[in-house]
């Protein structure tokens, strides 16, 4: 069968979609193309299976609508796979009602809400769930009925290919990444998702209840050969939480024996509270330069609500742990949590900004609570009335939507751009100054500047 797994350009003046494989969408001024892991391996799945497919990204392409319609129309597709987000449904239901294709749709919106989109013309099946790569195998090996498919995830992880990088394009998100230092870079994923997995306004706890990881080795393997092959420099793991305890140290072992961390370097998502300065440690000698983690509000009584299971303190330790031991911390915040007032936002513009200043983080991200539909925070929400709209256009990031003790919007999005002013403290500065070793640096910090530039016009209030 000839299968089309794409993404149609979304034409807007709030900016560029960051969309593929995005736990939270946003317009972005400037662009930035995530690699989508999981569409790919269902590319590679699928091609693996005899089916012929076209991978085709009108965003990451830079198409226009017209062009991407026409390459869509060449292939002639038996089916469409359509990843959409709550931000975007509706222009995918505009987009699918204009053209003639049975389009599967897959993500965490139709996982939340799938009767909604079965119901809209042209479309043909929802396969919930975070495996969908594997449902969508199924699903052409099955009777390919029209409906909603059952959520099921599979126990394992470990017959998952090596993505086919060439089918997918993967130069298309190889330089135009907000995270790379070293271009060109590209993702894998160890681990589906989290091994937390219980943070109450993430979308993807509803995708992947359950965590899963690839065997340690093949993933040391994979990176060898896209260094090798591609000439990668930089590889981001995507998973939610990159695996910890044996794993992680059986993973930097293999690593630093094979010589990698002289050839490509590796960035992470993790969680505080689990790794100790010598893992830290660890991972700098095995190759790792940029750790990513999500830390939400610098008020314990928020945390606590989210299931965060961490403590302030646990923050401002793991952030000069890992800087000490020569990573790049980044990390993120939100604003606008529905029972957070003045006081409390600026508790957390405090914390970020003296992470900035005291050169523990290299790097951060600001956004706004967006309680996406399946989440226990949306829920929550709805039942009490805590929500400013239930248009999923509106649910893009561009304004509160959840309903506060704030006067107005501006003063979340007021003391947002005063955390990304805090790059422009003396402080951070200075470490900004004596941390830069290399061209790499110098055109990572270029980068970061415009973005820097983006992110304030990104947030006007």
Known sequence: MRIAIAYPPLKSEKG???????????????????????????????????HEVLFLDGIAAELTLEEFDARLAAFKPDYV???????????????????????IMVGDHVTALPQESIEKPGVWAIIPGGDWDYGLVDFLNGD?????????LRDSLKDLPWIDRDLVHWELYAKKNGNFRRTPGTYVMSGRDCWHAKCTFCSWTTLYPKYRTRDPIDVVNEIEMLVD???????????????????????????IRRGLPKKVRIDCNMR???LTYADYCLMRKAGFQFVLFGVESANQDTLDRFCKCLKVEDVVQGCEWAHRAGLNVHVTFMFGHAWEGPREIANTVALARKLLAKGWASTLQCTLTIPYPGTPLFKELEASDGLVTKDWDEYDMRRAITKTPLASEAEIKCAIQEVYRGFLQPGALWHRLTSTRTLFDFGFYYRGIRSLIGHLVDFKA
């Open 81 to 103: 796979v359509l990843e959409t987000k709550t931000p975007v449904v509706k222009r995918h239901w505009a987009w699918i009602a204009a053209h003639d294709y049975k389009v």
């Open 144 to 152: 390919r009925r029209q409906g909603v498919y059952p959520f099921a």
């Open 16 to 50: 560029v979609a960051l969309l593929t494989q995005n736990r939270q969408f946003q317009w972005f001024s400037r662009p930035t193309y995530i690699f989508p892991v999981v569409p790919a391996t269902a590319a590679t799945m699928l091609k693996k299976a005899g």
């Open 272 to 274: 505080f509270g689990r």
């Open 229 to 255: 092959k591609y000439g990668i420099k930089e590889i981001m793991d995507d998973s939610g939480s990159f695996p910890v305890g044996a794993w992680l140290e059986t993973f930097c072992n293999e690593m």
